[in-house]
Each structure stands twice: as structure tokens, then as C-alpha cells.
């Protein structure tokens, strides 16, 4: 646990620094602390106060969007994964259960995969890119999102790749692009028909 999930945590409970100190017995200087500073890791036994306040949100935790290149050789890795990669020109591919896959890619670096989607566009350039490979696993939920995470989002016969943020709407979510040309977009939860979240990238093969 790292202080980005502090922050996570912090965001979708809706609490500040104060009212989260409370709920784990710490100074809000402390869990300040760790807000700010995203990539220092939380000790195991705070992480136990978390896990007993806010059991939910470890049951996603290991879908995160760190990114990990994976080598393609056979035998890169001690226990390899194979995935199944679409390419997708539109809504009916990615929600197609038995479209034909293009390929298969190694996922050991992000085990969580079920799926791995050819990126499409520019909306994530710099961290994955169009044609790279973004490894994915269905998301289900709509009253629970990992906030800053990257998400493949169907809606009203599009492909959406974005980051997740929370909306002023409780009702909607905020889509966010990597590249400051691309607006955000406001997307009710009732218009999302399928959402998957990406918690791997795998670069060009």
C-alpha cells in the first residue's frame, strides 16, 4: 500500500484529511503525508486499519494502472499468462465475447488481465499508446471507481479510452485525456454499457 491509495481512499469515500485521520487514529499531518507523496509505502499494519475500515476498496486494489512492459520472448517470465488481444474498430468488437482474436501477448506483470484491447487514438499517449497493447479486465461496478485510473468505456455505440475522475454530477463521471486537446467529457453512469479497466500496458509487438 502506497500513499496513492491513501489518496484513492481519501477521494472515493468523499472525506478530508481530518475525517480520515479519525476513522485510523492518525494526525491529519500524517495521513497528509502520505497524500502528498503518492509513491511512499504505508506499513503493514496501518494498511490492516485500512483494510478493516474500508474492506471494499481492497478487493480492487490490485487493479491499478501501473504500467509494465512486457517482454514477448518465451520463458521471460516464471509464470506466464496468455491473454487473448482484440483489435476493435467499434462497440459491437469490444462487446463481442467470441470476436476472433488478432493474437495472444504474455501478461505475467499484471496477472489480473482477462483481455488485452489494441489501443486506439491518442487519448493516453505518453502512457499507452495507439496501437500498443492495454491489458484489461471487466469492471462491473458503477457506484465504486478507482479514481486516476484508466478505463475502456462503451457508451451509446463508442470506444472510449480515458482516465476516471469523479464528477460534480454523483450521478456521472468525468472522462480525462493525457493530451490537453481532448476536453473532458461529463458521462452519466446509466449511459456506460460496458466499462473495463486497464491495469497493464504492453508495448508494441
Given at each position: 500500500m502506497k500513499g496513492l491509495d491513501v489518496k484513492r481512499i481519501m477521494i472515493?469515500?468523499?472525506?478530508?484529511?481530518?475525517?480520515?485521520?479519525?476513522?485510523?487514529?492518525?494526525?491529519?499531518?500524517?495521513?497528509?503525508?502520505?497524500?502528498?507523496n503518492p509513491e511512499t509505502n504505508v506499513s503493514h499494519s496501518v494498511r490492516k486499519q485500512f483494510q478493516t475500515v474500508y474492506p471494499e476498496y481492497f478487493k480492487y486494489e490490485s487493479q491499478t494502472t501501473d504500467i509494465a512492459i512486457v517482454r514477448e520472448e518465451p520463458g521471460a517470465f516464471n509464470q506466464a499468462k496468455y491473454i487473448d488481444v482484440i483489435e476493435v474498430t467499434n462497440s459491437k468488437d469490444i462487446m463481442n465475447k467470441n470476436l476472433k482474436p488478432v493474437g495472444k501477448v504474455d501478461v505475467s506483470d499484471f496477472l489480473d488481465s482477462e483481455?488485452?484491447?489494441?489501443?486506439?487514438?491518442?487519448?493516453l499517449s505518453g502512457v499507452i499508446n495507439g496501437g500498443d497493447i492495454a491489458g484489461t479486465k471487466v469492471w462491473t461496478r458503477r457506484d465504486f471507481f478507482l479514481w486516476g485510473s484508466m478505463y475502456v468505456i462503451v457508451s451509446d455505440g463508442h470506444v472510449i479510452f480515458r482516465i476516471v475522475k469523479p464528477s460534480e454530477d454523483k450521478d456521472s463521471i468525468t472522462l480525462i485525456s493525457t493530451k490537453d486537446t481532448y476536453d473532458p467529457i461529463t458521462l452519466p453512469k446509466s449511459a456506460i454499457d460496458?466499462?473495463?479497466?486497464?491495469n497493464g500496458g504492453?508495448?508494441?509487438?
Open positions: 472515493n469515500y468523499n472525506l478530508s484529511l481530518t475525517e480520515l485521520a479519525t476513522k485510523i487514529n492518525k494526525s491529519p499531518q500524517q495521513v497528509g503525508r502520505w497524500v502528498n483481455r488485452g484491447i489494441i489501443m486506439q487514438g491518442d487519448a460496458e466499462m473495463y479497466i486497464i504492453i508495448v508494441k509487438y
